[in-house]
């Protein structure tokens, strides 16, 4: 099958969606199906990946590191009349998404849309009127959402929260998954060898961006609670994003040391990511805004228990006394969680057995193979495959 993805953010970008659409993609591929990427392009970034499509963008004002699409790309229907798509995939309801469901109507073309993100918990980017935002953009994603032939979530809780908006478009819960292979080994020696880290600490890690939503003030501060406990520990967060210089700040004015107690490594390939998970002895996840917490699993699957508060989207991932411990949003139950964590080696050794048993569960591949079910019953029951075969008779019939 031919599938065009429409998203607005891809590599070099950092973040949930942007691993979402690799993993997938790389299942997909591997499953022999043909993909297409038409996406915004980033300043200084020159790399060529077959099959990728960039369309001229613009810096977002509100974060530096992520661009916005301006929805012209001269050629692009002679483009797809060519690629000859089979379905059209898109990542979000707004500028790419609204091309791509643009393109799936005049091509006659089955749509399918990720719902990857609330969108209505980032109203706190619009300086005013976060109400009236909040509102706008539930009906605008609603709209949307029913303008589609399919919804995917990646977890029960938004597909819930979404009939709740009045959907009626058939929704499907697909979690990314996570390439166990690729994370399932790695060298746990990476930290202490690129950081100052004494060897008798215990390692808290954090991976995701260093943006509001993931509550990372709240996160430094119930570490200084787990320093008074158990001095020797170190919290690490590999991430970048727009809250790096503040984050900075708060921890040095709490008496921190940035380079042995709070670590902040910036962004890394994923196959040092990987390095750093294992390097690491907790997880350490404070975000109270979460369609999935797709770097949950992938600590999981390293073997680290986590430690996270209790909110959407995750709640899904992380099993409560199983292979982790969920908190309220509250500083001294998440520290004292941590501590419970660090402290008694018989229910941590049980954790990070389960840890990697979910993993396990939610591997990339049977995560692939759900959604090309999706792909192939919408291919199937859209009339789209008879009119192509009705196409072919006709074009090597005359």
């Known amino acids: 099958m031919r599938i065009g993805i429409f998203t607005d953010s891809y590599k070099p970008y950092t973040s949930g969606v942007v691993t979402s659409i690799v993993t997938f993609k790389e299942e997909l591929l591997r499953m022999g199906h043909e993909i297409y990427i038409f996406a915004p392009n980033y300043p200084n970034f020159t790399e060529k990946e077959p099959g990728v499509y960039r369309y001229y963008s613009l810096p977002s004002p509100t974060n530096h590191d992520y661009t916005l699409a301006v929805p012209i790309y001269p050629g692009m229907h002679n483009l797809l009349r060519r690629l000859n798509l089979d379905l059209i995939h898109v990542q979000s309801p707004f500028t790419m998404g ?151 700040k708060l921890a040095v004015k709490l008496g921190f040391s940035l380079e042995q107690d709070v670590i902040f490594t910036g962004a890394h390939p994923f196959e040092t990511v990987v390095d750093i998970y294992h390097s690491a002895d907790l997880f350490v996840f404070s975000s109270v805004t979460e369609t ?56 941590y050794k049980e954790y990070r057995q389960n840890a990697l048993k979910k993993a396990d569960s939610l591997s990339s591949q049977a995560m692939a193979r759900k959604l090309e079910a999706v792909y192939n019953q919408l291919y199937n029951s859209s009339g789209y495959r008879h009119r192509r075969v009705m196409d072919l008779i006709r074009k090597f019939g005359s």
């Open 98 to 248: 609204r091309v791509g469901l643009h393109y799936a109507r005049r091509f006659g073309l089955p749509i399918v849309f990720t719902y990857h993100t609330l969108y209505d918990q980032y109203v706190h980017y619009v300086p005013v009127a976060q109400d009236l935002a909040r509102d706008v953009t539930v009906r605008y994603s609603t709209r949307f959402c029913n303008q589609v032939n399919h919804v995917i979530v990646p977890t029960m809780e938004v597909k819930e929260i979404l009939h709740g908006y009045g959907i009626a478009t058939p929704i499907s819960v697909i979690p990314t998954g996570v390439p166990v292979h690729r994370i399932e080994n790695g060298d746990n020696t990476w930290l202490r060898r690129n950081y100052n880290i004494p060897e008798e600490n215990r390692i808290l890690l954090f991976v995701g961006r260093l943006t509001k939503e993931k509550n990372l003030e709240f996160l430094i501060k119930a570490f200084q609670e787990v320093r008074e406990k158990i001095p020797a520990t170190t919290l690490v967060l590999t991430a970048q994003g727009p809250q790096e210089s503040d984050l900075k």
């Open 292 to 347: 999935q917490g797709l770097v949950l699993i992938e600590a999981m699957a390293a073997g680290l228990p986590v430690v996270a508060v209790k909110a959407n989207g995750v709640q899904d991932m992380v099993d409560d006394g199983v292979n982790g411990i969920l908190t309220t949003c509250e500083i001294e139950p998440f520290a004292s969680a941590i501590c419970q964590l660090l402290s008694d080696g018989t229910v």
